[in-house]
């Protein structure tokens, strides 16, 4: 052989053996591969304890691991790339081994029960791309290591029950398209500069967390952004203005949070947001949003099929151009101070289902074309202003589920075209209003109602029978009308009813036996003219799930009714008969002892005939008194005969009238000593008026108090054949004659309002009548009915001839102290604005004062501007310093929610107090566990807008990060030496209870009860009752009936305490 050819087969030799020796490792590599993801898959089967759909039946050796349900490999190497077992049903957790299979690219395991933690060993997928974990049972902390996969494109861990601070190294996946890490426990806050390294990102859904902090303004440079969903977390500051360059946006969910400064610029938001043409959801309700919408909101993008701006504070109107969205499907603006109309362009929105504007203070009509909305299933006016008719177009809506028009100012019927087409599936609210009429037959083609309430009108007539046709409906409202006739037995068909109202009407007849068959768990059926025997089955069997107060005719029910008991029919006809035997053998005794009397003259047996006859009459009147059934007296007061308040008013005669309204006429009366006041006011009701009469008789009856004009008579006779009814009156001399109203005979310096005494209707109005006067009781210390008050002289005129200028001289020392602001032109300023409100609730015409959302607004404006508290500001290193780190030496307590600590802050560190170390109690909140966040928000507004002498003063909160990073949130309290106030008045008890009492409580009770023993005795008393219902354990603690009646067994031994302490 030469030397080429040796050379040249040697070369080829030589190449042979270098692929040999590359071949041959990489067989085995990939069959070393192939092995690990087989034992890793059957590692992850092993975890798996409940596989519900045989999800694994296939995973068997007789098949190759690539052709197993849910895996994918890889074509070259047959590696798995894919487990996608999404929804099997599994209940298990994870192995480790998972992160063994390295050429993983996808992991979807979501909608399965998988629990444990996420395996650390995930960090070696390092080609994972997508990883999808939502909706299972996953806990602990999401691992640092998941930050080294950074080819992820997709991470979904929602619906978990993950906690911890979210890891930096995970908000640093740059590559991410999909971030969702919605609904659970996760702390922390949004890097500053997250904005900046996403790109790519589409979707940003961290929703239901504990999330705190500022969204960050960097979002905006995200350009790709579709959603971002951050709801229900604890944000704060302003809704970034930047959104606007998001132009791909489509979803915008802040809702829940507490975004928003309270300025006029919290709303300017959205100007920005007009530059968004793809926006398809607006949602940022429930925040802490001020200001008013800008005129340029009707701007937005036409693609809106969701506007929710519900529980903010927003005010002014609904801006023009609202018809522009015309895929509007849901708007939601309750919860606000909105005022204006209901703009009519709102009904060309044909696409909307659900409008919902509840709660605000709009006026005017409801459009007459919102039956053009036919896609509408839900409408809520509710507690608004809003006034005129009832729209018949709502008949035009055959989708309508769902509507409540409550608490407004309608007036007139319920249109007929409301039953013709409208199914009201669920619920129909129109209580709270002014309507009138019968309800009407058509009644019966609501089969699918759930809930009727029609309450509190002026609804008339007979209950429709129809009615029974309601068969799905659920609670039926109809109290506060007047409704007469009987309850019909169309009702029995009701068999899904569990809640009925029926009181306040005129409704007569017996209660009707199918109720006891219902499975009502609340009747009311009070305050009508029922009669007849109650029954004690059913509902009946309990006394607190019904009540039949006011109706005089009822007998028998369980014996906590107290009722007299019934008689049969038959007894009764017995009884009758009885009495008229009685009567006719006593005439005709009578008679024949007359004519014995005649022809015997002897005086002994006339004596005794005399007397027997007497006791005999005597017997048989008692006989007929005791048959006849037992009737509620309407009232206790002395009858006066027609003829003489007819001559006491001279024939009733224009000079002698005082005043005259819809209820009947006043006049002024001269009547006989027997009275002992001889002027007196007579009021005269109309005939249609009997309602009225009954109500007044019946409420003053029951309110005895000195400012109240004292009722001296009541008369009831017939006239003509006709009803006369009069209540007499003590006339105030120094009141009006000629005043047009009925104030000066029926008038209060009390709590009710002065139009309750004239007939009208409980309303909202008198609700802030009442509160007027309660809040300027509080504010002077003075009693409405104190005696320096009287008709001409009212509490409202004691404060009005003070203000603006005078009210430190009639506001109580106390609360002087509790509402001095530091600076005397404030507090003065705060003073005369509280007293404002005061005034202006306690207006005598209804007409003149504010709703309530108004004066809610009045004194929200108060509190924010004079009255918060000023916190000083504390991180965790200065409570850390305080307790000595936390020891152990300085825990007081441990709970639920966290710890308790003693802390001690030397003077000039802190700015809590000059001059001195102050002690104080630290409540550490234990954020690992679920809630927590939420009761430390919620504790911290409560305590911050509550300032009273006997609670625990909150001197300041802590929001910040501990050493390691995580969240940090406390509460500083005064520190009470003695620990908590039940310790400290049990330590008192029994001999010391003076000098642990208010000094102003002392007095008051000193005054009322006068010496002192017998004041000690009255004051240990009530600290044990107090100490009784402060009981940790619920069962420790008395019953109300208990506590009532040792309340009033205190109160009828001692006496009324006076001012703030009033029992």
């Given amino acids: 052989m030469s030397a080429g050819v040796y050379k040249f087969w040697n070369c080829i030799l030589s190449l042979s053996l270098i692929c040999l020796t590359q071949i041959i490792p990489t067989s085995t590599a990939t069959v070393q591969g192939n092995e690990t993801d087989q034992l890793a898959l059957l590692a992850f089967k092993e975890k798996i304890i409940h596989d519900p759909q045989g999800a694994f039946s296939s995973w068997n050796m007789t098949l190759n691991f690539c052709s197993w349900a849910g895996i994918t490999c890889s074509e070259q190497h047959k590696r798995v790339t894919s487990i996608n077992l999404a929804s099997k049903g599994f209940v298990g957790s994870l192995p480790r081994d998972i992160g063994n299979m390295s050429f993983l690219t996808e992991i979807v395991l979501t909608n399965n029960s998988l629990q444990g933690t996420i395996p650390q060993e995930v960090d070696r997928l390092f080609r994972l791309q997508v990883l999808s974990l939502g909706q299972n049972a996953l806990e602990g902390k999401i691992p640092d290591t998941l930050g080294r996969v950074d080819r992820l494109v997709i991470l979904e861990l929602f619906s978990n029950n993950l ?246 100012n309608l007036s007139g019927t319920i249109p007929n075209e409301f039953f013709h087409v409208s199914p009201f599936s669920v619920k129909l609210n129109l209580s709270r209003n002014h309507l009138v009429g019968s309800l009407s037959p058509g009644i019966g083609t609501l089969k699918t109602l759930i809930e009727l309430d029609i309450s509190e009108n002026e609804f008339s007539g007979l209950i429709s029978a129809q009615l029974g046709a309601c068969i799905a409906l659920n609670s039926l409202y109809i109290q506060g009308n007047f409704f007469q006739g009987y309850i019909p037995q169309s009702m029995r068909n009701l068999r899904s009813l569990q ?124 006989k007929i008194k005791m048959s006849r059934p037992t009737r509620q007296v309407l009232s206790p007061f002395i009858r006066v005969p027609y003829q003489q308040l007819h001559q006491a008013t001279n024939g009733f005669s224009p000079t002698n009238l005082v005043s005259k309204d819809c209820f009947g006429s006043v006049y002024k009366g001269e009547i006989g000593s027997e009275y002992q006041e001889k002027s007196l006011a007579i009021k005269v009701f109309n005939e249609e008026s009997s309602k009225a009469f009954n109500t007044e008789c019946k409420v003053l009856l029951y309110m005895i108090q000195r400012n109240i004009v004292t009722i001296r008579s009541t008369c009831l006779s017939t006239v003509k054949n006709r009803e006369f009814r009069a209540i007499v009156y003590n006339l105030k001399e120094h009141g009006s004659t000629t005043h047009s109203s009925l104030v000066a005979v029926a008038g209060t310096c009390g709590y009710m309002p002065p139009e309750y005494y004239r007939g009208s209707r409980v ?91 108004d004066t809610l607004s009045m004194l929200e404006k108060v509190r924010s501007k004079y009255m918060d508290p000023k916190l000083v500001t504390l991180s965790y290193m200065d409570l850390r310093q305080a307790t000595n780190g936390f020891s152990s030496t300085n825990l007081v307590g441990a709970g639920a929610f966290g710890s308790v600590y003693k802390g001690r802050f030397i003077s000039g560190k802190s700015g809590i107090e000059n001059g001195t170390e102050t002690a104080v109690a630290i409540k550490v909140f234990n954020l690992e566990r679920r809630g927590a966040v939420r009761s430390f928000n919620t504790e911290y507004r409560i305590l911050r807008d509550i300032q009273h002498p006997n609670l625990v003063k909150m001197i300041t909160a802590c929001t910040s990060v501990d050493q390691e990073g995580h969240d940090f949130r406390a509460i500083l309290y005064e520190f009470m030496d003695c620990g908590s106030l039940d310790i400290f008045v049990s330590l008192a008890l029994p001999n010391d209870v003076i000098n642990i009492s208010d000094p102003l409580m002392k007095l008051t009770t000193s005054a009322s009860i006068g010496d002192d023993k017998r004041v000690e005795y009255c004051l240990t008393k009530l600290y044990i009752i107090g100490l009784a219902c402060s009981k940790t354990s619920p069962k420790d603690r008395p019953d109300m009936r208990k506590l009532l009646r040792e309340l009033e067994s205190i109160k009828n031994s001692f006496g009324i305490l006076l001012r703030r302490y009033e029992l």
Wanted: charged residues 15%.
């Fill in 763 to 853: 309303s909202t109005k008198g609700d802030v009548y009442s509160y007027g006067i309660i809040l300027l009781e509080m504010l002077t210390g003075k009693k409405a009915t104190d005696l320096m008050f009287d008709e001409g002289f009212k509490l409202q005129n004691f404060v009005s001839n003070a203000l603006p200028y005078s009210v430190r001289n009639i506001i109580d020392p106390v609360n002087l102290h509790e509402l001095d602001t530091g600076n005397a032109a404030e507090t003065e300023i705060c003073l005369s604005m509280l007293f404002d409100i005061g005034v202006k609730c306690a207006m005598e015409v209804p007409q003149f004062r504010p709703c309530i959302d």
């Fill in 499 to 622: 809640n009925i109202d029926l009181s306040r009407n005129n409704l007569s007849g017996k209660i009707p036996d199918f109720f006891a068959t219902l499975s009502l768990i609340y009747l009311n059926l009070s305050w009508n003219n029922l009669e007849g025997e109650v029954p004690t089955k059913g509902v009946f069997a309990n006394a607190i799930e019904f009540s039949i107060a006011g109706n005089t005719g009822l007998c028998g029910g369980i014996p906590g009714l107290q009722l007299p008991r019934c008689s049969s029919d038959r007894s009764n006809k017995h009884k009758v008969s009885s009495d008229q035997l009685f009567f006719l053998i006593g005439y005709i005794l009578g008679l024949l002892t007359f004519c014995w009397i005649i022809k015997s003259s002897d005086q002994f047996l006339f004596s005794r005939v005399h007397i027997w006859r007497l006791l005999a009459f005597s017997w048989i009147k008692r």
């Fill in 163 to 408: 906690s911890g601070m979210i890891p930096n190294s995970v908000f640093n996946l740059s590559s991410l398209n999909v971030f969702n890490l919605a609904n659970n426990e996760l702390q922390g806050s949004i890097p500053t500069d997250f904005g900046l390294t996403h790109h790519n990102l589409e979707k940003i859904q961290l929703s239901d967390n504990r999330l705190s902090g500022t969204i960050p303004i960097s979002l905006s440079n995200a350009s790709k952004l579709q959603v971002i969903d951050l709801q229900f977390n604890s944000f704060i500051g302003p809704i970034p203005a930047d959104f606007g360059w998001l132009l791909f946006l489509q979803k915008l969910v802040l809702t829940n949070n507490n975004l928003g400064f309270g300025g006029k610029g919290d709303l300017s938001f959205l100007e920005s947001l007009i530059n968004c043409s793809s926006l398809e959801i607006l949602n940022v309700g429930a925040n802490n949003l001020h200001g008013s919408l800008p005129p340029r909101t009707a701007n937005l993008s036409t693609e809106l099929t969701m506007i929710s701006l519900a529980d903010n504070w927003i005010s002014g109107s609904i801006p023009p151009g609202i018809s522009k969205f015309i895929n509007l499907i849901f708007i939601s603006l309750q919860g606000n101070n909105f005022t204006g109309i209901i703009p009519p362009e709102i009904t060309k929105l044909g696409k909307l289902q659900r409008v919902i504007l509840s709660n605000n203070r709009f006026s005017g009509n409801i459009p007459t074309s919102i039956g053009n909305l036919s896609m509408l299933d839900e409408i809520r006016l509710e507690n608004n202003d809003l006034n005129g008719t009832i729209p018949p177009s709502f008949g035009n809506c055959p989708m309508l589920v769902l509507l409540d028009l409550s608490q407004n």
